[in-house]
Every structure is written in C-alpha cells, then in structure tokens.
C-alpha cells in the first residue's frame, strides 16, 4: 500500500499533467484507472497525478481511424457502439478476459499501454490491430506505432493521450491462456489477417506474457502472405508459432510450455479467422 | 486534502489522506463496515461499491479519486427500513450462507439491474464474475438476481 503520498494532482491540461511528472519524476506515479496504483506498495510516491481530470475517455471517429482517449475505461471501450460497428466482436469478446467487471469498470486502455506490462491482454489486441498512440513528452505532442512504443529506451517517457487504430477491413482474433478466470495470461496470442479472394494477403502475429511484452513475429507474417485460408491454414499457422517463437520462463510458466501454448493459441485464433473469412 | 462528494445520498465535504482506499476510509472513517475486505487485490469483489453508476472495487480505488462522485455502499440498498427487493430475494431464495461475499454480489447486482432490467442469466453471471462466493455456489444467487429484477419490473419494491 502506498504510505507516504504528500500531494494528489488533477491536471487540467495534458501539458501540465506532464511538466508536474517532469517536476519530480523519482517520487511521482500516473494514475489513471487506478487498478495498479493502489496496490503499489511503496513509501517512494509522494506525489499522484490524476489524469482522469484530463476528461480523454472518449471514442471518436476520425476519417478512416477511430480515436480513442487514453481514460476511456476497458468497458466502455469494448462496449461502446462504434467499435461494436467498426470491430464486430473482436475488441467486444478479447477484452471481456480482461480481469472482471468491476476491473473493466476502472481499468484504462492507456493505463494498460503505459506500463508496458508483459501480459497486457490489450496491448497484444491492440498491437494485432495495428493500433498507433498519440503521445505528448518533451518535443510535444507526435504519433508512433504502438509496437515502437514498447521499444523506447527506458528513460523516455512520454504520456499517451489517445490510441489510434484504423479501419482497414481486416479480420482479428485473440485467444489467451490463464490458470485462472481472472489471472493474467501465461500466454495470449492476437492475429490480424487482410483477407483477399481466399487468402492470406497480409497477416499481424502477435504473442504476449511470453513472459516479456507482446511482440509481433513478422518471420511467421512473412511466411503467412499469400497462405489459401482453407482447413489446413490453422495447423500451419501452429507450426509456424511452435518454430518461431522467442520468449523466456518465470514463475508462470518454462519457455517450453509457453511455446506450446502459443502454437495452440495460435491456431484457435487461425480457426476463428478461418471461419469468419469463410 | 479536502473533498466534496456524495455516499447514499448524503453529501460530504471532509479532509482526507491522499494515500487511503476507499475501502478504509468507508469502514474506518465514515463506520459504513457492510462493505467487506476479502483478497484486498481486486480479485474476490467483497468490497465491491457502486461509483456513478460503475461498479467498482473500493479497494482499489484511492479516496481522492471520489471528489465529486456518488457512492452507493450496500448500506444505502435499504429505504426507510425496507428492504431493496435483492436484499429481499437474497433472504428468500437462499442465497446468502455466511454472508461475507453477499454486499458486494448485491452491489454487482444493483449495478446490473440499474441499467438492464431484464438481464438474461448470462448477463447476470458476467456481472457477478467478479464476485467470488466460497459456500453458497451461485446457483441461488443467479437465482435470487432474476428474481429481483421480475419484482422491480412489476413495480413491487
């Protein structure tokens, strides 16, 4: 539990939100849904900065992407009308794993980016999504992919205010493997594919809590280009996983079964793929 | 730091410490102890409040982040010492053994039914998927939920 806060901030602006992190970087901490900080057990944080005073938890639509606020909770987002439209199911089923409801009801999408958490359910969906982030840091504001987010040296911290994904017509699944309903994934697994007359013009593979952050393996999205998407593809996508995949072992799970579990991951998500292209 | 916000309707303006939950400053502060402590993660919905209409739970939520907010509790089900009809069919239907799992279900409930007031089974077991029971099961529990949501659409809370 947190035990030594001196300060609690409610930002009106992205700007000041972050020149009161930039003040005292060593002793301050975001808090968006708060999900993470509350359970922190540190005397190091003193000073809270409540980005929810930032009002982004709207979804917008923008030409051809959606927009979406950093503080825009994982319920509503994955309830809210206009992905339902533009996604279908995918966002509305894949993060309904995401924790429990009351967790849902508090958790934010960025909150769930910024961490870079290793399991992150809706980092590995939104990566398969080829979801982009507005961030705002020292230079201001830019654009960067989310899967370039992951890479930023450890010192660069930018605050994501909005996460961007396009409406390009493609096909996504995600499949996730936990001991426990609300436990995080010991591995989950998100693909993308750009469906044209019955194959696999371009795919997104992406595998999570391998124990480190969701990656794509673009070796098996090369391999993917040009596959017939009929009852075999699902097996090879498998095969293709089981070869390629790079991960670790922890607590959770050894590197071996967690590359087992994504092959099959892997292929679950490939069936769903295949029957919804058919 | 001084904050203005609403619990069961009464309005509250009071100095609070930055770095305590919600959860102890219901039960130590303002004695409202109906709201139970089981994991303290997140994980067992014991604790499970209602915040502008969310339901949420209160330990994982730092009292600053309720200023200028509506908290329901399980204390604030009852009105003038009757009964909510899912405290009513909680009693009725069984569903309630040792009871400490029970204000955060009915809160998970009231959440649900506020804003659908015929929810299939499955909706009320996707509400409730937070709420850890050990003893009852959630056979009864599911149960006493439907039957509070047919009370309330006829009228009879």
Known sequence: ML????EYFRPKTVEEAFEMMEADREHSIFLSGGTIVALMGSSRIERIIDLKSLRLDSVSIKEDEIVVGATTTVEAFRKDPLMRKEFGDFFYDSFSLVGSWQIRNMATIGGSIAPKLGWSDVS????????????????GYRRIMLSDY????AGEKPLITHIIIKKDGWVSAFEKFSKTTFDIATVNVAISVRPERGRIKAARVVCGSRPQYPMRFETIENALEELEINDVMPSIVRSLVFDNFTGGSNMLASFEYRKHLASVMAQKAAEKIKEMVR | MKIDFKVNGRDY????????RLLDFLREELKLTGTKEGCGEGECGACTVIIDGKAVNSCLVLVPEIDGREVITVEGLE???????????FIEKGAVQCGFCTPGMLMSAKALL??????????IMEAIEGNLCRCTGYYKIVQAIRDAAGKLRNGKA
């Open chain 1, 3 to 6: 035990s030594n806060v001196k």
């Open chain 1, 124 to 139: 590995a969906c939104l990566l398969a999504t080829g979801a982009g982030l507005m961030v705002y840091g020292p230079d």
């Open chain 1, 150 to 153: 992951f890479a930023l040296p």
């Open chain 2, 13 to 20: 303006s009071l100095e609070v410490r930055e770095d305590m």
């Open chain 2, 79 to 89: 009105r003038d010492g009757r009964l909510h009809p899912l405290q009513e069919s």
């Open chain 2, 114 to 123: 506020d804003g659908n007031a015929d929810p299939s089974d499955e909706e």
